[in-house]
């Protein structure tokens, strides 16, 4: 069975400042999907960003970027530019792609990110 | 253009009460998935429809917990007998298909809370 951990419970960043979230993950799949979900205060969760494993190149979504380092099984987010609209919960989330599997969404135990001014 | 929407959003029963948590997926998603999400934690699967065939329900924590898609569309969540332990927010997701590729979009939750 796949497991990820989030080791950092809480983060704080400054506006304007750069934050970089922690996840690893453990899996015996070479192919899989990797996600990092943000969930605000009383509100749904998001979708912030996606890696595939079999892509070498790091995803990037606007001021939103990872660093999967796939032998490590290290999958971090790195924020620019922090805005207080980023004050949520962070979980980062794998799943497979084996067929036959519910393509459901194993989760870490998530990060809580401050941003102060 | 709604997305997933669930009700009630919030849910007090005393224990021992049955409850019924309805989720309504984002019009044409094949594929719904239930989770729980307990207090501190990241959120848990609990059971994937595609369509009205239930196709994994390994998640479900006992056989109080009861699933269904009936016309593949509306789902419903049915706890029996409810206990302290089930107090939890319950998170539905819907994608468009049962292809891995495809994005789960989720609901707002319903948070139980079982006195």
């Known amino acids: 069975a796949q497991t990820v951990t989030q080791s950092q419970p809480e983060m704080s960043v400054q506006e304007a400042e750069t934050v970089t979230l922690s996840c690893t993950y453990d899996?015996?799949?070479?192919?899989?999907?990797l996600f990092w979900y943000k969930q605000p205060p009383s509100r749904q969760m998001i979708l912030v960003i996606r890696?595939?494993?079999?892509?070498?190149q790091n995803a990037t979504e606007n001021r939103f970027s990872v660093n999967f380092q796939k032998a490590a099984k290290s999958f971090s987010l790195k924020i620019s530019d922090s805005q207080l609209g980023d004050a949520a919960m962070y979980f980062c989330?794998?799943?497979?792609?084996?067929?036959?599997?519910?393509?459901?969404?194993?989760f870490g135990t998530g990060t809580r990110l401050q941003v102060t001014l | 253009g709604a997305g997933v929407s669930q009700s009630p959003r919030y849910k007090v029963a005393k224990r021992g009460q049955d409850v019924a948590l309805r989720c309504d997926p984002i019009?044409?998603?094949?594929?719904l998935f239930w989770y729980q999400q307990a207090l501190g934690q990241g959120p848990e699967f609990l059971t994937y429809?595609?369509?009205?065939?239930?196709?994994?329900k390994s998640g479900l924590p006992s056989d109080r917990f009861f699933a269904e898609r009936p016309e593949g569309s509306v789902s419903t969540l049915k706890i029996q007998r409810t206990q302290q332990e089930d107090s939890a927010v319950y998170l539905c997701?819907?994608?468009?298909?049962?292809?891995?590729?495809?994005?789960?979009?989720f609901g707002p939750g319903t948070r139980l809370t079982v006195t």
């Open positions: 997701a819907s994608s468009l298909a049962g292809s891995q590729r495809f994005e789960q979009y």
């Open positions: 899996t015996s799949e070479s192919d899989y999907y």
């Open positions: 890696q595939e494993a079999y892509k070498q």
């Open positions: 989330a794998y799943r497979s792609v084996r067929t036959g599997t519910a393509s459901k969404l194993t």
């Open positions: 019009s044409g998603h094949v594929s």
């Open positions: 429809f595609q369509n009205e065939a239930q196709l994994d």
